[in-house]
């Protein structure tokens, strides 16, 4: 071999060496990495790579300590989508995009930023965060992505558990399903966003635990969280982001916080190198009392007594029978009312030593001092509880408590002081005498009004006889029609007493909502489930039929993008609908509020756009039955706590059978603005109807405003005119959310306007169905020419006119003989 081809072969094995070695820290668009190799940390201790559980053979992609001899997996990016062989390959596409393909080329998981790429590289960092970056990026903070924003079930150092405000981001804690299946088990914890926030763990939607609020020291009573000399946390919360996280105080130890479905614990492990395996340091719950408002309202959990749930002073066993674990869930009530109207005989007991109770229905003042707080609170007949919402320097800050005080509990450590509204001593004041004296003279008076009263009662009934044996028959039909197939829908018939107290007797504080059908109200059932429940007013719009068709069409679906019912009242005059209570309330009170839209990224609009989709091809072609909505708009669209929307109020819709896919009806129901040209004109509805609909709801939602408004100075233009004239004129920026100018993935963006006009064709044999639309948003193949949208309107408006824009009110609405 001559000098020369030793030379090249040389130079050819330490470029190998070189490249193998890069790539060992980071990837760029040239590299890729698959099944049965590794991407190492900087420092050894992370490592990226494909790994199988148990006697699976399927394959996933995660992240897992290096230097631990028990392979201890932190995250999972796959969990949901497991690759069946090692076929698996992590790369980055043409996009910027992270994705990981399996056989055939098919995306397993992806993860996109937010934000335009110029040369992405992705890298496993010294923390274990798995970040992509544009590669010259001198902050080395700034990522376009992080795998911490999408926690598995293990919390590190450094990671953030917790909101961010401006994109709407949820950083949430989620147990795998078991130790060899890394699917998405039902216990989460994250932070709840009340106004004073707390650490909730919930088994599914119903509440398994909290470590109470954060009072500038650390958690209000959280009895298995101590000061050590291994890690620190800080909380912070502000109008950006609010979040817990916690720092190394010795670099030298491993700890990571894992929440585990199979024992419920939310445990502390420390890796002891001697030993080597890992010990539990902290396990939540400690015990019984940590269990979820284990001892109901007013009950004081006490780890030491017999029984360990104890009324507080001043309250007494609801539950007259014996008071056993079986009634201390019915919890505790006053021995002596309380009188809202004299203030001179209300006073506070201070309660010391106590984990601060359920902070749901709370408000906080940061500047407040605790004598202003009191005086916020006594002159508040809601306000039963005031404490600091901060117990450093002494303590400040106000935080003051509406309704039944729930989940309290006696601490040896890092208990609190509460003040409970409560009756002052039992004195007689010189008040008394004179309200006896008029006491006299007023029952005198009340005996007169109350004959008059009864003669006139009298006459009410004999009027009102014939409407009311109407009615009842209404509803006995109701009933039987509803509890006939009561058996096949396995759905809860409630009574009125018990919605009564999950909702605090219909308490204003419980108000979500209102519409033309009545209220909606806040409840929590006795086993601790949260409710969104729908009361009808008496005049409702929605009369007895759209209440039975709300019950028979919604019991029988089950689809995550659609609400559920949980039960129904009928009792009296009462017609009643129980939901799955949604946090986030409605996709309304976001994108068309200046304030609250912000929130709502790109991001985060398209997937509650795929969202809505998929629920809707639901509806239209996966359900047993065809359903048609009828009135679907921003407001009808919820938000559940992961900002995830589930279609909602089905009173209005139609169901069919077999291939029947349209109908009509004298009877055209709907909200002016969302309506299609043939449903609104000649009663003609299908499930084009819906499609046309929904295009109007892409149209809100990428533009953040109603379609009924007025939106250019010469023309009388609604949305749908003012974005289709725009559009065609190739100013589609000027259309787009302000909010979403940094956010929004501009093609995507774009691809979404194209499908809006696609569900707005004036004819409905011309506007796609519901799995092409889903097909289309998924999808980057080209899209035909859209025609002009129905309900376009484009006349110039008479000057007189220019200034007036018509009515942005979006009520449903019932026509009769629409035709």
Not at 329 to 342: I, N, Y
Not at 526 to 551: I, P
Not at 778 to 807: A, I, M, R, W
């Amino acid at each position: 071999m001559d000098i020369f081809s030793f030379v090249f072969m040389s130079s050819r094995l330490f470029l190998f060496y070189f490249v193998f070695s890069d790539a060992a820290v980071k990837i760029s668009q040239s590299q890729s990495l698959s099944d049965g190799t590794n991407l190492v940390s900087k420092n050894g201790g992370f490592v990226l790579g494909f790994f199988s559980t148990g006697n699976s053979t399927n394959r996933y992609l995660g992240i897992w300590y290096n230097n631990i001899p028990v392979r201890t997996v932190v995250w999972v990016a796959n969990w949901r989508n497991p690759i069946r062989d090692s076929s698996g390959v992590l790369m980055l596409n043409s996009s910027g995009s992270l994705v990981l393909l399996s056989q055939n080329k098919t995306i397993a998981w992806s993860a996109s930023s937010t934000k335009e790429v110029g040369s992405p590289v992705f890298e496993l960092l010294d923390s274990g965060n798995l970040v992509l970056r544009e590669k010259n990026e001198e902050n080395p903070g700034s990522y376009l992505w992080q795998s911490f924003d999408y926690p598995s079930d293990t919390w590190l150092p450094g990671m953030k558990l917790g909101w961010d405000l401006r994109t709407g981001l949820e950083r949430r804690l989620t147990a795998w399903k078991s130790p060899d299946d890394p699917s998405p088990g039902e216990l989460s914890c994250g932070i709840e966003l009340n106004n004073y926030p707390e650490i909730v763990a919930k088994n599914g939607s119903k509440k398994f635990g909290r470590t109470g609020p954060w009072n500038g020291v650390g958690f209000s009573g959280a009895t298995g969280v101590k000061a050590n000399q291994i890690y620190h946390f800080n909380f912070v919360s502000n109008n950006d982001e609010v979040y817990i996280i916690y720092h190394m105080i010795k670099n030298s130890a491993i700890t990571r916080a894992v929440l585990n479905q199979t024992t419920y614990l939310f445990e502390r492990d420390i890796w002891v190198e001697a030993d080597k395996k890992w010990i539990a340091y902290i396990s939540i719950p400690k015990d019984k009392c940590d269990s979820y408002n284990l001892c109901g309202a007013y009950g004081n959990c006490i780890i030491g007594e017999s029984p360990i749930c104890q009324c507080l002073e001043g309250f007494k066993p609801k539950s007259t029978e014996r008071w056993n674990p079986d009634n201390w869930a019915k919890g505790c009530v006053r021995t002596t009312e309380l009188s809202c109207e004299d203030k001179d005989k209300i006073g506070f007991v201070k309660f010391v030593g106590l984990k601060l109770p359920d902070t749901t229905y709370s408000w906080v003042n940061k500047s407040m001092n605790l004598n202003e707080c009191r005086v916020k609170c006594l002159n508040n007949c809601s306000c039963m509880a005031y404490s600091n919402s901060d117990i450093r320097d002494g303590g400040n800050g106000c935080v003051i408590w509406y309704g039944d005080l729930i989940d309290i509990i006696q601490v040896a450590a890092n208990g609190q002081d509460l003040y409970i509204r409560m009756p002052a001593s039992e004195k007689v004041n010189q008040e008394d005498v004179k309200d006896k004296q008029k006491m006299k003279v007023i029952v005198v008076v009340a005996i007169a009004i109350a004959v008059v009263f009864g003669v006139l009662l009298i006459a009410y009934c004999i009027c009102e006889r014939k409407t009311l044996r109407e009615k009842m028959k209404n509803k006995r039909m109701i009933d039987q029609n509803i509890d006939g197939q009561n058996e096949d829908l396995e759905l809860p018939l409630f009574s009125l007493a018990t919605i009564a107290m999950a909702t605090n007797k219909f308490s204003s504080n419980n108000k979500l909502g209102e519409g033309g059908f009545g209220l909606v109200y806040k409840g929590i059932l006795e086993d601790g489930q949260e409710t969104a429940v729908k009361r009808l007013s008496r005049n409702s719009r929605q009369g007895l039929s759209e209440f039975k068709n709300e019950v028979m069409s919604i019991a029988k679906l089950q689809h995550r993008n659609l609400v559920r019912l949980l039960g129904y009242c009928i009792e009296g005059e009462e017609n009643m609908l129980i939901y799955e209570y949604m946090p986030n309330g409605s996709l309304d009170s976001y994108i068309f509020d200046q304030m609250r839209s912000n929130i709502l990224g790109w991001c985060m609009r398209f997937n509650i756009i795929c969202g809505i989709a998929r629920g809707l091809l639901y509806l239209h072609e996966d359900s047993r039955l065809r359903i048609i909505h009828r009135d679907l708009k921003a407001s009808n669209i919820l938000l559940d706590s992961k900002m995830n929307p589930k279609i909602s109020d089905f009173g209005m819709a139609r169901s069919f059978g077999g291939d029947q896919t349209e109908g009509n009806t004298n009877r055209v129901v709907g909200t002016y603005g969302y309506m299609a040209p043939e449903y609104a004109i000649d009663g003609l509805f299908s499930v084009k109807s819906d499609v046309f609909s929904f295009g109007i709801l892409l149209l809100e939602i990428i533009c953040g405003k109603k379609n009924r408004g007025s939106f250019h100075p010469e023309y009388s233009l609604n949305l749908v005119g003012h974005a289709w004239k725009s559009w065609k004129e190739g100013r589609t920026l000027e259309l787009i959310d302000t909010c979403l100018k940094d956010s929004c993935i501009l093609p995507e963006l774009e691809r979404c306007l194209h499908i809006s006009f696609l569900c707005l064709q004036q004819h409905h044999e011309d506007r796609p169905n519901m799995s092409f639309v889903v097909m289309m948003l998924h999808s980057e193949s080209s899209l035909q020419e859209p025609k002009e949208p129905g309900f376009y309107v484009g006349k110039k408006s008479p000057s007189s006119s220019k200034n007036q824009s018509s009515s942005t009110n979006e009520i449903t609405i019932t026509l009769v003989d629409g035709r």
